[in-house]
């Protein structure tokens, strides 16, 4: 193998606005200073293959057994929609159930949805291209995604997205935060379809949370962009208050969980805030670090949350987009986890 190239996405939270972004509400999404690798490799052997160390899952398909399903994915410059009898075909080669949804099949269906699709007909690599295919990966996932999650990974930074628009925001001030995974796996699609079922069930209820949620985000994006250097406390103090309220109307729309209500009770009882980001129902949650916060409490609320079986990861929003690395720059951990490739 030669030493191809090495590019990398940030990870995403959504700071407000979640679900509310499916309906046309607006919503705040901010890179991470946690990023995802792409090492991408010729091969001598003519196969492709497919190292997801993160997910412990390992494919090797040849050139060969691929090409009889390239018909069938005209892809190019203009990005399509995956057809369900494409996704079909997909699972079906690479051996997954029908209706599987785990993380290993998804990932896979999404790769080869995306490579069968713009195999051999890369010829620009813009970010609004990326973007592009990136939402088309995405809805191979969970169906019918706002875009908002491919849009933040590819450009990084904070952005405020509503209906498609996406609208840098004018600054962020540096804001320190706690990631974290209650490893309580959901299915995004299952989550937004619940979230719809409940607009639809009762319009004059749901209506005026995703309304509220939208006020949140609005809000939230008032103090960040305000502040021409570090927020003040009193202003760090709101941000924690929007959080608070935003998790009450996450758990009324039907997206929260128990191990989330869980988190939320640990971390209030050391004066931190936080809510779920993302689709809920488990997964991650962001918990806000102001700066007078001293580092023992921090460490305090890690080991107690690591002690319920969580993940946690400290640290900054406002990460770059998509990146093209130097092979020189290759951090140490990324190299480990290519080296038996
Ligand atoms: C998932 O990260 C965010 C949701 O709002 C879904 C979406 O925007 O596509 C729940």
């Not at 962020?172 to 619940?194: D, E, W, Y």
Request: aromatic share 4%.
């Amino acid at each position: 193998m030669d030493e191809g190239v090495l590019i990398s996405a940030p990870g995403k939270v959504i700071l407000h606005g979640e679900h509310a972004v499916v309906h046309g509400k607006v919503a705040l999404a901010v890179g991470l200073n946690l990023r995802t690798f792409i090492k991408v490799l010729h091969t001598r052997d003519n196969a492709v293959l497919l190292n997801l160390p993160s997910i412990g899952s390992k494919l090797t398909w040849n050139v060969g057994q691929l090409q009889p399903l390239l018909p069938s994915f005209k892809g190019g410059h203009e990005p399509v929609s995956p057809r369900s009898e494409q996704l079909d075909l997909l699972r079906k080669f690479a051996g997954f159930s029908e209706g599987s949804q785990d993380t290993e099949s998804q990932a896979v269906l999404a790769f080869l949805y995306l490579y069968l699709s713009i195999c051999g007909q890369w010829t620009e690599t813009e970010l609004k291209l990326i973007n592009s295919w990136a939402f088309q990966g995405e809805k191979v996932i969970h169906g019918n995604p706002s875009g908002v999650d491919n849009a933040v990974a590819t450009l990084g930074g904070a952005l405020q997205f509503q209906a498609g628009q996406i609208t840098p925001m004018k600054r962020v001030p540096m804001l320190q935060i706690l990631l974290t995974n209650t490893r309580v796996p959901r299915s995004t699609k299952i989550l937004v379809a619940g979230v719809k079922d409940k607009l639809l069930k009762y319009p004059s209820i749901i209506e005026p949370v995703l309304s509220s949620i939208h006020a949140i985000s609005q809000e939230c994006q008032r103090i960040l962009e305000a502040s021409s250097a570090a927020l003040s406390i009193d202003q760090f103090k709101v941000l924690e208050e929007l959080i608070d309220i935003n998790q009450h109307h996450l758990n009324v729309i039907g997206v929260g969980h128990p191990s989330l209500d869980k988190l939320c009770q640990v971390t209030a009882s050391h004066g931190l805030h936080s809510k779920l980001t993302g689709a809920g129902g488990g997964g991650c949650a962001i918990t806000l670090l102001r700066p007078d916060v001293d580092h023992s409490v921090v460490e305090a609320v890690k080991q107690q949350l690591v002690d319920c079986g969580y993940q946690c990861w400290e640290t900054s929003i406002g990460a770059p987009g998509v990146t093209l690395h130097s092979s020189l720059s290759l951090p140490e951990d990324i190299i480990n986890a290519f080296s038996n490739v």
